[in-house]
């Protein structure tokens, strides 16, 4: 049965660099057929999407964070990671990770993908 | 930058309908997918690819859409319903993915 676990700070300074590391046990990150990404969800509003990245391909970003976030892998540990840079208040969530079945439509001529099974989210804080 | 828009609440009583709609520029050529949240916990995928219902996801729940518009029905909605409900989908690029605002779905 395919895990996801979220890890990192709970608390980030202002201004400093947010870092959290998404585990996957029961399944590989290599597979083409998955993308694999990162939401957020601010204390009382909705979801936002981060951004998603299959192994061997594209990552995307959502436009605006672009310029902040970064989304890394590491296969030799089946771990992804996610950097935001120059945290503000307004980065305080709850970050969860995803895994994203991969497919193209040809009725509508694109590749989508969308969250099946997610982390249980972690909380992160940005505070002095 | 590219939205779905949802309406922030809609209230039923248990056993009737319940609709949730979602409006977004690209629907007709994009799929949408639906989540549900209970209070404290992660998003579950109840709807995807507009109308599919992932195995254990009650048979009450349907999606449907048409033009610029999507809907998520609930037929016969129970009280253990009672969520948050997102839409997602994605704009004309495909490169760039949205949630919508969420709709507290209120069973009583």
């Known amino acids: 049965q395919l895990q996801l676990q979220e890890s990192g700070p709970g608390l980030v300074k202002p201004s400093e660099t947010l870092s959290l590391t998404c585990t996957v046990s029961?399944?590989?990150?290599?597979?083409?057929?998955?993308?694999w990404g990162w939401i957020r969800q601010p204390p009382g509003k909705g979801l936002e999407w981060l951004g998603s990245?299959?192994?061997?391909?594209?990552?995307y970003y959502n436009p605006s964070l672009k310029s902040r976030v970064t989304i890394s892998v590491d296969t030799s540990k089946n771990q992804f990671s996610l950097k935001v840079s120059s945290v503000t208040a307004a980065d305080t969530a709850v970050y969860y990770c995803?895994?994203?079945?991969?497919?193209?439509?040809?009725?509508?001529?694109?590749?989508?993908?969308?969250?099946?099974?997610w982390g249980k989210g972690t909380t992160v804080t940005v505070s002095s | 930058s590219y939205e779905l828009t949802q309406p922030p609440s809609v209230s039923v009583s248990p056993g009737q309908a319940a609709r949730i709609t979602c409006s977004g520029d690209?629907?007709?050529?994009?799929?949408a997918y639906w989540y549900q949240q209970k209070s404290g916990q992660a998003p579950v995928l109840v709807i995807y690819e507009d109308i599919k219902r992932p195995s254990g996801i009650p048979e009450r729940f349907s999606g449907s859409s048409s033009g610029t518009m999507a809907t998520l029905t609930i037929s016969g909605a129970q009280v253990e319903d009672e969520a948050d409900y997102y839409c997602y989908s994605t704009d004309s690029s495909a490169n760039h993915w949205v949630f919508g605002g969420g709709t507290k779905l209120t069973v009583l």
């Open positions: 995803a895994r994203e079945p991969s497919g193209y439509s040809y009725g509508y001529g694109y590749s989508f993908h969308y969250m099946d099974v």
């Open positions: 990245f299959y192994y061997g391909g594209s990552t």
């Open positions: 029961g399944g590989s990150i290599s597979s083409s057929t998955y993308y």
């Open positions: 690209a629907l007709p050529k994009r799929y």
